[in-house]
């Protein structure tokens, strides 16, 4: 109030309507402060991409190492299957959850372990799977059949090849988890 010269000009309301250029640059600045609160509240640029509803980070989970043998399939092109089909929704570094979870040592873990990331569905959550070669082969080739009320919005990989052949590249991401750190034991 006692910065605001216009209110002194001005002391009726109903003068406002009655827009000076005064008033008319308190209203840039009144919308440029309303668009600029959220940002401030929610940190910064990448609130607005985000719509602001980031909830405070959680510790990063980490799956074990993987124990099970490698399965057939040519790994390197499953490497390529898989930054064609999966890469937009799975990072491989722990911490890093976007549209789907992290798969590092995804072979043979627990389904739905990861404790950092929040989005699983119930269905996968009460699914009790192992990630081994036969759940993933009839996931993967059909994740909606398999897995009804699941939240893996994608299609499947029809061709038993491409799905072998990214079985056998899954089963590479092996990373060791850091000392100290809590893990996610395979079953
Ligand atoms: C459109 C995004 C999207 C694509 C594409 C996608 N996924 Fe997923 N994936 C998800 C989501 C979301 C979940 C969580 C599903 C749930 O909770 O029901 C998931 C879950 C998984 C899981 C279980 C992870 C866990 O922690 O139990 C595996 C394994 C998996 N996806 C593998 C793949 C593979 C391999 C591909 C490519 C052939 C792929 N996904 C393509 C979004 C995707």
């Known amino acids: 109030m006692q910065c605001d010269s216009t209110q002194l000009s001005n002391p009726k309301p ?27 509240l929610c940190g910064g640029l990448s609130a607005i991409v ?3 509803d980031r909830t405070p980070a959680l510790p990063v989970a980490y799956r074990a190492l993987p124990t099970l043998a490698l399965p057939a399939g040519d790994s390197s092109a499953g490497n390529l299957v898989f930054r064609n089909e999966c890469e937009k929704c799975h990072q491989l570094t722990p911490g890093k ?3 789907g979870p992290q798969l590092m040592n995804i072979y043979g873990a627990k389904a739905a372990a990861l404790s950092d990331y929040t ?69």
């Open 50 to 52: 985000s719509g602001c």
């Open 97 to 99: 959850n976007f549209k």
């Open 119 to 187: 989005r699983y569905s119930q269905a996968l959550k009460t699914s009790h799977w192992t990630w081994d070669q036969p759940t993933l082969q009839r996931y993967l080739a059909d994740p909606g059949g398999a897995l009804p009320h699941g939240k893996m919005l994608y299609d499947g990989l029809l061709d038993a090849k491409e799905r072998q052949d990214v079985i056998a590249y899954l089963a590479t991401l092996r990373s060791p988890v850091p000392i100290s750190k809590t893990v996610t034991p395979q079953s």
């Open 14 to 40: 109903e003068n406002h309507r009655h827009s000076s250029t005064a008033f008319r640059f308190r209203r840039i600045v009144d919308v440029m402060l309303s668009l600029m609160g959220p940002v401030a």
